[in-house]
């Protein structure tokens, strides 16, 4: 069994360096779940077969040691050493090194792969395209029962949950590589038709409200920015715009659905197809999104984005956002 552990342990750490490296694409979720069901099935052996056996031995190892006191007692012969029983039993029961790092773990880590996969799952911002509602740094929890739960990896769904909103900022899995995620703010709905001229946006022909609320100085860039309060929905947030990038979308993918949108140079019009959304970042010129690679199925939403819980280079960050 030792060497059997080591080789599994092995394998998961080979797994773990190749995909910091690059070398594969991983799989966290994946990764977790073949996690619990290893040290799960350690776990068991552990309190079915190898927790009895060493009891077993401990008895036995007691016993031996209390029957050779009683003969040396019987014959008179004085101890000349003291034995204490709770140690031998302790040393005994000691689990060896490959449960200590197997079974030992399985309770920590089914607790992390069920409260990742049902509850909350923390997400780190890698980039600036939500400026100024999140920042690069930022680390946040991610409500995973909001919009219905899904079996981990087979991706399931288990309950309905509440339908996503115009104005959620989501993590969805990013449609043309689904083992990277994304967050972005969901500007279209299914059978909406979105349109991004000129820098203004609209919704069914009806342009969204927005106030200017004064420039914005971007610390990533060390550039300013006008910045405008934009209302989708009941709750208001605050969006950028770079009057120096041009308003039409360059470097356009070819993607499913690119016949509902329209390109020119003042922008781009699309209407979402059903059981899909329509994405866009808060920093609206600096910002790959729907735009660029198209609309967001219901299948690759993950959760609805609500709380930053850390930022170790501004801890005022700390907080929830709209």
């Known amino acids: 069994m030792p060497t059997l552990t080591a080789l599994v342990l092995?394998?998961?750490?080979?797994?773990?360096v190749a995909w910091y490296f690059g070398a594969i694409a991983g799989n966290f979720a994946l990764l977790l779940l073949a996690a619990s069901v290893v040290t799960g099935a350690y776990w068991i052996a552990e309190r079915l077969y190898f927790l009895p056996r060493r009891k077993r031995a401990a008895d036995e190892a007691v016993r031996a040691i209390e029957q050779r006191q009683q003969e040396l007692a019987r014959q008179g012969i004085a101890q000349t050493d003291t034995v204490s029983l709770d140690a031998v039993r302790q040393r005994q029961m000691l689990q060896p090194w490959w449960l200590d790092w197997t079974a030992g773990l399985f309770p920590v880590i089914v607790i992390v792969f069920l409260l990742r996969s049902f509850v909350f799952e923390p997400f780190k911002i890698p980039s600036g395209s939500m400026i100024p509602t999140l920042r690069i740094g930022d680390l946040i929890l991610v409500n995973k029962f909001t919009y219905g739960l899904r079996l981990p990896v087979l991706n399931t769904r288990l309950t309905q949950g509440s339908p996503v909103r115009r104005g959620d900022v989501v993590v969805f899995h990013y449609p043309p590589q689904p083992s990277v995620d994304y967050i972005k703010r969901v500007i279209g709905l299914p059978g909406d038709e979105v349109s991004y001229?000129?820098?203004?946006?609209?919704?069914n022909g009806?342009?969204?409200?927005v106030r200017q609320v004064g420039d914005f100085f971007d610390d990533s860039s060390m550039m300013y920015f006008r910045q405008f309060e934009e209302k989708l929905g009941a709750k208001s947030h605050s969006v950028i715009?770079?009057?120096?990038?041009?308003?039409y979308v360059i470097g356009v993918a070819e993607f499913a659905g690119r016949d509902n949108c329209r390109?020119?140079?003042?922008?781009?019009t699309c209407r979402v197809p059903e059981g899909q959304y329509f994405m866009m970042g808060d920093n609206r010129d600096r910002s790959e999104d729907s735009r660029?690679?198209?609309?967001?199925p219901d299948e690759n939403i993950v959760g609805k984005a609500f709380f930053v819980w850390m930022n170790f280079g501004d801890?005022?960050?700390i907080g929830s956002f709209n």
């Open 10 to 16: 092995a394998a998961f750490a080979a797994y773990c």
């Open 197 to 203: 001229l000129d820098k203004k946006l609209a919704i």
């Open 263 to 268: 390109y020119s140079v003042e922008g781009v």
């Open 315 to 317: 801890l005022k960050r």
């Open 292 to 296: 660029y690679w198209g609309f967001v």
């Open 206 to 209: 009806q342009v969204v409200d």
């Open 241 to 247: 715009v770079d009057e120096r990038r041009p308003a």
